[in-house]
């Protein structure tokens, strides 16, 4: 099939370098020219694990290739996915301008019947909003051509999005028009014969909302894990084998149960209020999705909590951020943990360094106020504190040996729960962690 992707980013690139390895032929759209160029030149824009191997394979055959003209993607395609981003606005709600300029521009470079796919995260009402934009769009622009509407969530995972795109846990789509479904089926068609994944066909409103309800529930997950932290804290509990407990039972699971800083990056924490911001507008309060949001901030709040009880205030203290990227295996800053962190302590006074394996190229791109330090033992070297914000490989290597060699004070709050707290607290560091043993703190 001929397949446009419309937004080459975290989705939309996967996603499209995954149709071609399927044996479509698939252009690639951005609007970003730099991003464009980038991929030209034969590289990702933003860190992937395994998408640098499947983009030299498919474009080296030809069944990849990018644009920045929409009619480049759009012109010929039985099928156009729509990968733009959905970001949050101030009210709650996502920002569906993209999406809409996307059902436009399909309209208008259309050259014969084609399904418009909606792949970005929308609410449920957003594929009748397409459907009224293109008819209206179609009747202005006297185009006679068939656009159906379709929804296809997806549901990788930054860090792990190949391995998610090309064996996914289940293929989701909705639509109400039968040739759109076979066109649909035929885009997954090599998929499910090879990988035998599950497929979910339904309407639109039902597919959009699969998407929400599963980002919220897992970033419920989280908070409720992190709410038990606080309990255990409390009464001397060890949350992690409170969860260890709780995910042997086979209804409950182990996955999404590890306390620490929250959940971040671009998806949960605008999914979880774009869900909530659906229900209102048609007339449901789900106050539980509140408490989630609530419970994450107050885990980031915690943290200073804990660091002023080490070092009283934080006015010149010089606190270093370990983990910078929203999780461990991407490059990705967006709603990081450790950047909301890094603005709150700079707000109280303190000196921040972040360190990151991966992310600080792009830490200095996107928050120039921000200071990355390139060497791990640099970046620990006189600081008050450490803080673990993002779990990768070489910071849960730390040793405690290490923390006390660099460290003006050893002082460690474990905001990813990496490190063994008796190993720690053992060695003579001062080691707070969520929802386990700490150190006292008498003042
Ligand atoms: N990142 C994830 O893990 C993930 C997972 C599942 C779903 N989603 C959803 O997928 C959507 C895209 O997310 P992302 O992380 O890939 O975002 P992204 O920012 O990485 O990519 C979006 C791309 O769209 C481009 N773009 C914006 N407007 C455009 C237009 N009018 N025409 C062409 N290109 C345009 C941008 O330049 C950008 O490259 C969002 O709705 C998101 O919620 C993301």
């Known amino acids: 099939m001929r397949i446009g992707v419309v937004g080459a980013g975290h989705v939309g690139l ?22 464009i ?70 309209v208008a470079h259309a050259t014969g019947d084609l399904v418009l796919v909606e792949k970005s995260t929308v609410p449920a009402n957003t594929g009748r909003r397409l459907e009224q934009v293109i008819g209206r769009e179609r ?11 379709a929804s296809n969530p997806e549901f990788l995972r930054e860090g792990a999005a190949v391995g998610d795109t090309l064996h996914p846990d289940r293929v989701v789509y909705g639509t109400s028009s039968e040739p759109a479904r076979d066109v649909l089926r035929a885009v997954y068609a090599r998929l499910v014969a090879e990988d035998g994944c599950p497929v ?51 209804r409950i699971g182990h996955r999404f149960l590890q306390a620490g800083l929250g959940y971040g990056g671009s998806c949960f924490p605008k999914d979880v209020d774009a869900f909530a911001h659906l229900a209102r507008q048609v007339g449901y309060e789900f106050g539980m999705l509140d408490e989630v949001r609530d419970v ?5 709040e915690a943290v200073i909590t804990k660091l002023e009880a080490e070092l009283w205030h934080l006015d010149q203290k010089v606190i270093t951020l370990l983990g910078a990227a929203f999780k461990p295996g991407t490059d990705d800053l967006r709603e990081a943990p450790a950047v909301h962190l890094a603005h709150r302590l700079r707000e109280v006074g303190a000196i921040v360094r972040l360190y990151d394996p991966v992310a600080l190229p792009n830490l200095a791109v996107e928050q120039p106020d921000l200071q990355g330090v390139e060497d791990l033992d640099e970046a620990l070297h006189g600081a008050h504190a450490a803080v673990v914000c993002t779990e990768w490989d070489e910071i849960r290597a730390i040793t405690p040996h290490r923390y006390l060699a660099t460290l003006a004070y050893p002082i460690v709050v474990d905001g990813r729960n990496v490190h063994d707290p008796d190993e720690m607290i053992d060695a003579g560091i001062r080691y707070h962690s969520i929802g386990r043993r700490s150190v006292e703190t008498s003042l």
């Open 296 to 300: 994450n901030r107050s885990q980031r």
């Open 200 to 250: 979910v066909e339904t309407d639109v409103p039902t597919a959009e909302l699969i998407k929400h309800a599963s980002n919220a529930f897992l970033a419920t997950r989280i908070s409720f894990i992190n709410a038990v932290a606080q309990v255990c804290e409390r009464v001397g509990a060890d949350v992690a084998i409170v969860a260890e407990g709780m995910g042997h039972d086979e």
């Open 14 to 35: 996967v996603s499209a370098a995954a149709f071609a390895r399927w044996g479509h032929q698939v252009v690639a759209m951005d609007s970003d020219p730099a991003k």
């Open 37 to 106: 160029a980038t991929l030209r030149s034969g590289a990702s824009w933003f860190y992937e694990p395994g998408l640098q191997e499947l983009l030299d394979e498919t474009t080296a055959e030809g069944a990849l290739t990018f644009s920045n003209d929409a009619a480049d993607a759009v012109a010929g395609a039985e099928v156009v996915f729509v990968c733009v981003g959905t970001p949050p606005l101030p009210g709650g709600g996502p920002n569906l301008s993209f999406v809409e300029a996307v059902g436009r521009a399909v």
């Open 139 to 149: 009747q202005r622009l006297a185009i006679p051509h068939d656009i159906a509407v």
